[in-house]
């Protein structure tokens, strides 16, 4: 295997949605193995559907991606094995305990039966969850959700780390107890976090080197302190307003809640 | 690092399972509805069966009941991928390195479990409302449950493959679920009934279930258990299939 200085690398990628509308429109980028790469830009930018099309959730219109020097496209399964997720929306089963929720997702990506209590007692004491193991996800806080999600995402130790939004609507506290978190393990396990944020003074604390999309496109990408520079701004929140304008994005209902309220009339969840 | 194919059949199967037991209202709350038919039915109509010379309605009646709740358990079990898929849960399965014919079946397998266990429970509870079957032939009856279970769980995760959310599901318990339950013999005998009825039922796998159940349960039938035992391997054999096929194509 050749060695590939780069964890992620991203070549003219396009996703086209119902044959005209370009969600992400010939970008490229590489991220370099052992470093925090931000992805931002406002909503519906793409974001969300380039990290789709780099876990194998979408098929590309065209373009190529390595991912820990595998292709998503012809090798799903060994990229599947090689990263671990943390989705914008919730994905964990209200009605399993903490426990169970990381020791099914050790059952699928087979973590050796041996090593799956040590490692999950490991991780769960990791995000402070471990005296919660036992209790019903769905009796969580959002906050505690998302470090159980972190810690799922790290079980089968991949290579990369993907956080879409990891800390969308948390408060100041727990957002900078989960960044403590991610820099560690950065620094001590030499993981390659590829992340998305709405909060810019995250990505500039954070991130070594930051791209920012709007309609598809990449319209920047370098350290934080060079966007901020180039853009003459007086800090990344300014420079990202400047690169994409002031007009407002919105941001799209889901059917979530909805069907939440519908689900818990019919005394299934 | 390979994947335990076997391994993570058993843990999607084992979820199933974990979620159905901890759903105390949901299991007491699903046998409502056939003990309400035991009852009503059952006694209701029996001097008018035993009047027209067919014998006993509740021995009849129950293995169509118990075909019944497995039935509509196993729908729902199959359906609940469109729970997984709006909760967010799908994506995590999606993104595990198994394959999706992997994933279809160990929750197919679970949810028909599931199914097997709600008419167990319900075979128990029509016991005790009256129905009197050879002790020694209820093991080939679970046979025939198990059959069942599995054919409509996969059905179900067919139908919810290709649905968005749940908007459809109505849909589906009117112009599925009901007419296969109440076209499939489960109430009436078929013998007797117009012939268009009977050939709808030929085309009906409930049939087949609830007819190898009286086979075995009260030994009166209209083909023999084997032939339904056969036709519903085969019917499941193709609903797993098409399910699957139609899995692989799930977006989350
Ligand atoms: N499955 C889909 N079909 C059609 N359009 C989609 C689909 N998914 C996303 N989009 C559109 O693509 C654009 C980018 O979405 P997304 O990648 O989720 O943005 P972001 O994560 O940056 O907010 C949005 O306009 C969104 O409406
Ligand atoms: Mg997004």
Redesign the interface.
């Known amino acids: 295997m050749p060695e590939n200085k780069s964890s992620i690398s991203v070549k003219n990628l396009s996703k086209t949605y119902d044959h005209t509308f370009k969600a992400v429109d010939d970008i490229s980028f590489e991220v370099p193995a052992g470093s925090i790469f931000a992805f931002l830009g406002p909503n519906g930018a793409g974001k969300t559907t380039t990290i789709k099309m780099l876990?194998?959730?979408?098929h590309p219109t065209s373009g190529s991606i390595t991912i820990d020097g595998m292709d998503p496209t012809r090798d799903p399964?060994?990229v599947?094995?090689s990263?671990g997720?943390v989705?914008q929306?919730?994905?964990?089963?209200?009605?399993?305990t903490a426990y169970?929720n990381m020791f099914?997702?050790a059952?699928?990506?087979?973590v050796p039966?041996g090593e799956t209590a040590a490692k999950i007692k490991d991780l769960l004491e990791f995000v402070e969850l471990w005296d919660r193991k036992d209790n019903l996800v769905k009796t969580f806080s959002g906050g505690m959700k998302r470090r159980l999600e972190i810690a799922?995402g790290l079980l089968h130790t991949p290579a990369v780390l993907f956080l879409d939004e990891p800390t969308t609507g948390l408060d100041p506290q727990t957002r900078n107890y989960i960044w403590t978190y991610i820099k560690k393990l950065n620094e001590e396990r030499g993981l390659t976090v590829f992340f998305t944020t709405h909060y810019m003074e995250e990505a500039e604390r954070s991130a070594k080197h930051v791209a920012i999309i709007d309609h598809g496109k990449i319209i920047a990408s370098d350290t934080p302190a060079n966007i901020i520079k180039s853009a003459s701004a007086a800090n990344l929140e300014d420079a990202f307003i400047k690169l994409t304008g002031r007009k407002i994005r919105e941001e799209e209902a889901g059917?979530?809640d909805h069907?939440?309220t519908?689900?818990r009339a019919w005394?299934?969840? | 690092?390979?994947?335990?194919t076997l391994?993570?059949i058993?843990?999607?199967w084992?979820?199933q399972l974990?979620?159905y037991f901890?759903?105390k209202?949901?299991i007491l709350?699903s046998l409502g509805q056939p003990i309400l038919f035991l009852v009503a039915l059952g006694f209701g109509l029996n001097s008018v069966f035993a009047a027209s010379g067919q014998g006993n309605y509740i021995q009849f009646l129950a293995p169509g009941i118990i075909a019944m709740s497995i039935l509509f358990t196993a729908i729902f079990s199959g359906i609940e991928i469109i729970?997984d898929r709006?909760?967010?849960?799908l994506?995590?399965?999606?993104?595990?390195?198994?394959?999706r014919f992997t994933i279809m079946f160990g929750r197919t397998l679970g949810g028909a479990t599931v199914a097997s266990l709600q008419g167990l429970l319900t075979l128990i509870i029509a016991t005790v409302i009256g129905f009197r079957p050879d002790l020694w032939l209820v093991l080939p009856a679970i046979v025939f449950m198990i059959l069942i279970a599995l054919v409509f769980t996969a059905l179900g995760t067919a139908i919810a493959s290709t649905l968005e959310?749940?908007q459809g599901f109505q849909l589906i318990m009117n112009f599925v679920v009901m007419p296969v339950f109440f076209l499939s013999g489960s109430l009436f005998p078929l013998n007797t009934a117009p012939a268009v009825l009977q050939w709808i039922a030929i085309f009906n796998p409930l049939f087949y279930g609830v007819d190898g159940m009286r086979a075995v349960l009260i030994g009166a039938s209209h083909f023999s258990a084997w032939t339904d035992a056969t036709v519903l391997v085969c019917i499941s054999a193709v609903f797993l299939g098409i399910g699957s096929w139609l899995f692989s194509k799930i977006?989350?």
């Not at chain 1, 929306?89 to 399993?96: A, F, N």
């Not at chain 2, 690092?1 to 335990?4: E, L, R």
């Not at chain 2, 709006?86 to 849960?89: H, V």
């Open positions: 876990t194998t959730l979408v399964h060994g599947r094995q990263f997720i989705f929306d919730p994905s964990l089963d209200d009605e399993l169970e099914f997702h059952g699928l990506y087979g039966r799922r059917s979530v069907l939440r519908m689900a005394g299934r969840r | 690092m390979k994947t335990n391994y993570a058993y843990i999607l084992l979820r974990k979620r901890r759903s209202s949901r709350g729970w709006q909760f967010g849960f994506k995590e399965v999606l993104v595990a390195p198994v394959s959310d749940m977006r989350a």
